[in-house]
């Protein structure tokens, strides 16, 4: 498996997004992409333009769902994933956002670690956090 393939597979966990699901895959993200991390066969433009093969040709309303799934693909597992790994890992993705964000200004993202967002799932009463538990 390689980068592309394996942000483009990861599109399914886009359906269980929630406090309950993201930890685990969350989890099995950061382990499928350690090792295509440690020497990536394409630089964050080349990943670019391979991700952008996949919506060209296709019908305009597929095209921009398409892209908007690979964006959070990319928001909520690939960066704080990389973040996590660090070092050359975290630079690709904050180069992999920048070079995004110059291509595609209309649909920026930004990097983000796992914890920040975490945190979004948590509600608050009264002002104090409330974590929701897995059960």
Same mark, same amino acid.
Request: net charge negative.
């Given at each position: 498996?390689?980068? /592309? #393939?394996?942000?483009?597979? =990861?599109?399914?966990?886009?359906?269980?997004?929630?406090?309950?699901?993201? &930890?685990? $895959?969350?989890?099995?993200?950061?382990?499928?992409?350690?090792?295509?991390?440690?020497?990536?066969?394409?630089?964050?433009?080349?990943?670019?333009?391979?991700?952008?093969?996949?919506?060209?040709?296709?019908?305009? /309303? #597929?095209?921009?769902?398409? =892209?908007?799934?690979?964006?959070?693909?990319?928001?909520?597992?690939?960066? &704080?994933? $990389?973040?996590?790994?660090?070092?050359?890992?975290?630079?690709?993705?904050?180069?992999?956002?920048?070079?995004?964000?110059?291509?595609?200004?209309?649909?920026?993202?930004?990097?983000?670690?796992?914890?920040?967002?975490?945190?979004?799932?948590?509600?608050?009463?009264?002002?104090?956090?409330?974590?929701?538990?897995?059960?």
């Amino acid at each position: 498996m390689n980068l /592309k #393939e394996l942000i483009l597979s =990861s599109r399914a966990e886009l359906a269980h997004f929630n406090s309950r699901h993201y &930890p685990d $895959a969350f989890s099995s993200f950061l382990a499928a992409l350690t090792p295509l991390l440690t020497e990536p066969e394409d630089r964050p433009d080349q990943l670019i333009d391979a991700l952008s093969d996949e919506w060209e040709g296709l019908r305009r /309303k #597929e095209s921009k769902n398409l =892209s908007w799934d690979i964006k959070l693909v990319l928001t909520y597992y690939f960066s &704080p994933a $990389a973040l996590r790994i660090g070092g050359e890992a975290a630079e690709y993705a904050e180069a992999l956002c920048e070079e995004w964000n110059r291509r595609f200004p209309r649909n920026r993202y930004q990097t983000g670690d796992y914890e920040s967002i975490v945190s979004g799932f948590d509600q608050t009463i009264l002002g104090i956090p409330i974590r929701f538990l897995k059960r």
